[in-house]
């Protein structure tokens, strides 16, 4: 069993939503992507966000999700944030 749970893990995740919009994880699925997609940024080289000495890759990427180290993006988010790191990008 995952601990914590998916549903809690949810729950971080939502946590900044405000009510009457759309949450930004519905399934399980999305967490697992996130988690996954974290856990190999930090097989290649990224530092842990949380003290993962002993600990497997996508246990450290649970645990900095359930204590909100990292974020999942809604798409919208995810597409503002490409927008502004390529205009910044251009600038330099």
Known sequence: MLHPSYSDLMKVVNSEVEP???PVVNSRYSIVMAT???ARQI????E???DGRGKKPLSVAVEELNQGKIK???EEEAQE???EAVAAEIEE
């Open 20 to 22: 009457g919009e759309a």
């Open 36 to 38: 996954s997609k974290r």
């Open 81 to 83: 944030q490409e927008e």
């Open 48 to 50: 842990p966000m949380i």
């Open 72 to 74: 999942i993006l809604s």
């Open 43 to 46: 097989i290649s080289g990224e």
